[in-house]
């Protein structure tokens, strides 16, 4: 009995373990949230109005901001680039400040997108792999990341698939 | 007349170095730009309209990220926050992409706010001193510098004078 019920406890670890790794993989490219991404550096800012609504920081990895800070594109391999986006709110208390309504800052948190450079096992969508994170899990929405692309593919070759550019 | 012009080379050297030491100091708190501080972290974004109409990312060294993320104000001795604000810019290129107005990005730079938590130098400004760049030069302005602190003592009491929180 005490061997029997070290067994189940054994599979049912592996099994969540194996439910987690797959709730946290994007479909399509099986991208997931880099450790220690909201550490990294900053890129720059964006606010889309329209449908999202939010205003956004965009961040990298090392391998990503030498490549931005050099100007070097199309981007090596290993290079991942995050998007945090957040609700673009009104701030009462700042323009009571200001006197004037003039301020707008981030809210609650409402996806964060990522893009990871790996020119082979992505050579379909120009290298880049993708995923969309809500509360740390990946959105199992094919359509939503399938999207990604075919949008990222509009942006002018020299681009090479990607929307932001450094800010000094 | 060697020994003269050595004598006089190294005398303009130094004046040079003292000048340009003192256009890198805010007036009033002598806040200067810190090294290496564009690849500190990301603590938020933010878009000022009205006058500024700017967008704006906000970084923090360790001492203030750790502040921050535990939530432990006020900020300890150390800590410094700065803010790159840029022209606010409608991007006509993703518009274009996205069939409708609404995406702005950051365009060319405007200045660099800089403040620093030292409760003994700073003790009249709430232990802040504040200092603006333009160009990685400190703008000789005093009453600009000094409408700083004046702005951020309208903030509540439990933000130890700092308008942006972390944002996750």
């Not at 220690?36 to 109005?49: C, K, P, T």
């Amino acid at each position: 009995m005490i061997v029997l019920a070290l067994i189940s406890t054994s599979l049912s670890g592996s099994i969540a373990l194996s439910t987690e790794a797959e709730e946290n993989a994007s479909p399509v490219f099986g991208v997931t949230l880099p450790a220690g991404y909201r550490d990294w550096q900053f890129i720059s800012v964006a606010h889309e109005a329209g449908n999202n609504n939010d205003i956004r920081g965009i961040l990298g990895n090392d391998i990503a901001m030498k490549a931005l800070k050099e100007g070097k594109l199309p981007f090596p391999d290993g290079s991942i680039i995050v998007r945090l986006a957040y609700e673009y709110v009104s701030s009462e208390r700042n323009n009571a400040i200001f006197g004037r309504e003039q301020s707008f800052v981030a809210g609650a948190p409402t996806n964060v997108q990522i893009e990871v450079k790996d020119s082979k096992r992505y050579a379909n969508t120009g290298g880049w792999g993708y995923g969309q994170f809500e509360n740390g899990k990946a959105n199992p929405s094919v359509k939503i990341v399938n999207s990604c692309f075919a949008c990222h593919a509009k942006l002018p070759s020299n681009a090479d698939f990607v929307f932001t550019t450094y800010s000094r």
